[in-house]
């Protein structure tokens, strides 16, 4: 037997070096984030059986360096041939003009399945009617709650609305004044964009040029979050100034926490064992009813330099089937992106994550203009001086307008030159 | 013909002997400086990077806005406390080094001296990294000790209070070696007559300090002020890799300020005033201190 197995090993071994001879290796640099770097040879590995033609090369990008490494790849015309993309960053390289539109093989695809997609998370890489990148994994916030303290202030669910919300966070604070209801660091200006986004009115105006931070929707989003931390709901910290999320959270120190789905294996793994089966998600409560959040993570694009963008989106495609998704959720515990992916065990039994399933269908993205990071930054600026107290907070969000306006100038100036951005 | 007189003829071939660095300053200084002055009076950001016809000259508004904007004095500030904190600090403690290395009761000379050397030598981030184990809130050595002395654990790098004192520490135990060696070299060139007159006289240890150490090595100890202070304006690894800027901005520096404009944002047109101000800033304060410092070996 092992004799066999042998002679058919050299055969291969054979063919192989037979194959190397004669075809051309396409050789394919795919660069990708973090974790999801960290394993994405892993999940590669079948691929690269079934198509030895193609040799990916994976190089791994920390994420506080890779936003910087990929603008200055652009700029020295120094792409790879895909990559892994914040999708907050999708518009800033197509503002680059560095992106290959997906649109043409989307619609050709037997795999990827424009419909199956949460159409929040979808369009976040849609600019001006094109796709420009292929979702890979999602992220939202919403919420997490310590059941026990809920039951203990006399509520059976979360909240829903935001006055049910108010109402349950008053009764925990009556409970332990010492402590606080809702914990919303002051550092973090996601709870706040995805507060302003349950809004009809958008953050930013249709033409994509100005912004409306003076709206009367931003203005009563911002007075319900000011609000939390003028009542004493919430304390005006930043999460540097308590020891770390999970003890807090775990001593009861605070009752609602937002965060997104990177907390559901740190919880599972860090909170004490008297806590575990206490804790629970739910979606983020809107002004009426469940609220929208913001529709985060990851996409996967194809450079416009890639000599190779056949065989790039064989492997995007690969990465997009849902047995591949649910593999992928399992060794990183990234929600996918995909509702059939929602349907396969390993996900459909996670009861943590059932409630972002729900928050999914109601994601936004983000302003899709590359100016957005820098305005998010200036929210948090914002936020933290009118809860300092050092101004009101109608002449906080009429700074924070001018300067968002300030920044979308050179926006603004080519839009009205008749430059389509 | 007449015969070109020596004199031209010597200048023009010490021309010939200074043009290769001559030309290689010109190359990679004065054009990169005058490209980025350039760079300065213009609006390039992510869309002209794009499309360069997008590019727009704007004059001075990349300066007038900057000066209006309140991170950048915040920054300015920032940088500001660590150069007059951490320049005399940093001189204090290679001065006091260079002394100790240089007495005679002192063995082990040179082992001394490399000791003191290595913290230069490693590179930053590396340093920068155990910096960051060492000051952890609760693991930290330091914490540990200041534990065992019966003070509360601070959070060096967590609490805007603390954030620039420990990156002030850090800085100064990765440089004062460098000074160090070269104020050894001057203290080593005192010529040892004037100490014994100086004790002659009847001079103690202090004033023999005072007035034949200080004087002899003032031109060295001048140079290597406005060395380090040029140096200490130009602060980025440090918080760059410690604290990331914060918290609460409190160890942005100007020069972070500028990668954060240039390469975070892609305003390379802001950037380039920043860095145009930090230039003329620094220049400045190098011209005052030359007015009030003797002359020195420059």
Known sequence: MTR??????????????????????????????????????????????????????????????????????????????????????????????????????????????????????????????QSYAIPWYVDTRLLFYRK?????????????????????????????????????????FEPMVALGLQFDTPLIDEAQARALFQSADFTTAMRFYIGLFAEGL????????????????????????????????????????????????????????????????????????????????????????????????????????????????????????????DQLERVKPTPRIPEWEQIATELRVFAEHVVLGDYSMEEGLARLNESANRMLHKRRALIEAGEAL | MRPRRPQSIARLSGWWFAAPAVTLIGVFFFVPVLASFGLSLTDFDIYALADVHRLRFVGWQNYRELMATPLFWQAFKNTLWFVVVGV??????????????????????????????????????????????????????????????????????????????AIIV???????????????????????ELYEAALLDGANAWQRFCFVTVPAIAPTLTFVTILTMAGYFQLFTEPYVMTQGGPAQSTMSVLYLMYDEGFKWWNLGRASAVAFVLFVVTYLVTLLQRRLAPEAEL
């Open chain 1, 4 to 129: 066999v197995l042998r002679l058919f090993a050299l055969c291969v071994l054979s063919l192989l070096l037979g194959c190397d001879a004669h075809r051309s290796v396409t050789v394919l640099r795919f660069w990708a984030i973090g974790r999801e770097g960290e394993v994405l040879a892993q999940l590669l590995a079948p691929f690269s059986a079934a198509h030895p033609e193609i040799e990916i090369k994976i190089e791994q990008l920390p994420w506080t360096g890779a936003h910087a490494k990929l603008l200055t790849a652009v700029a020295g015309d120094a792409t790879p041939d895909l990559c892994q993309l914040g999708n907050t960053w999708v518009p800033e390289l197509v503002a680059l003009k560095a992106l290959q539109p997906v649109d043409e093989w989307v619609r050709h695809s037997t795999i990827i399945d424009r419909s199956d997609y949460f159409d929040g998370i979808w369009a976040t890489s849609q600019m001006r009617g």
């Open chain 1, 148 to 188: 026990d303290i809920l039951r203990q202030a006399g509520f059976n669910r979360p909240p829903v609305d935001w006055v049910e919300w108010r109402t349950q966070m008053r009764a925990i604070q009556r409970l332990s004044p010492d402590k606080t209801a809702l914990f919303l660091p002051l550092n973090e």
């Open chain 1, 234 to 357: 919430s304390t005006k910290m930043t999460d540097q100034q308590i020891s770390n999320v999970w003890t807090e959270f775990g001593r009861g120190y605070f009752a609602f926490y937002i965060s997104g789905p990177w907390n559901i294996t740190e919880f599972k793994k860090r909170l004490p064992a008297s806590v575990q089966g206490q804790w629970a998600t739910a979606p983020l409560p809107g002004p009426h009813g469940p609220g929208a959040s913001i529709a985060g993570g990851s996409s996967l694009a194809i450079f416009k330099a890639s000599a190779h963008p056949r065989e790039a989106w064989m492997v995007v495609e690969y990465l997009s089937t849902p047995n591949v998704q649910e593999r992928f959720h399992e060794l990183t515990g990234d929600l996918p992106p995909r509702r059939s992916t929602w349907n396969l065990p390993a996900i459909a039994q996670d009861e943590y994550a059932q409630a972002f399933k």
């Open chain 2, 88 to 165: 005399p600090l940093s001189l204090a403690a290679s001065l006091l080094m260079a002394l100790l290395v240089t007495t005679s009761w002192v063995r082990f000379k040179g082992l001394w001296r490399s000791a003191m050397f290595i913290p230069v030598v490693t590179t930053l981030v590396g340093s920068a990294l155990v910096f960051r184990y060492l000051l952890h809130t609760r693991y930290g050595l330091i914490n540990y000790a200041l534990h065992t002395l019966g003070v509360s654990a601070v959070d060096w790098l967590g609490d805007p209070h603390y954030s620039m004192p």
């Open chain 2, 170 to 192: 850090f800085a100064i135990w990765k440089n004062f070696g460098y000074n160090m060696i070269i104020l050894i070299a001057a203290i080593e060139a005192i010529p040892s």
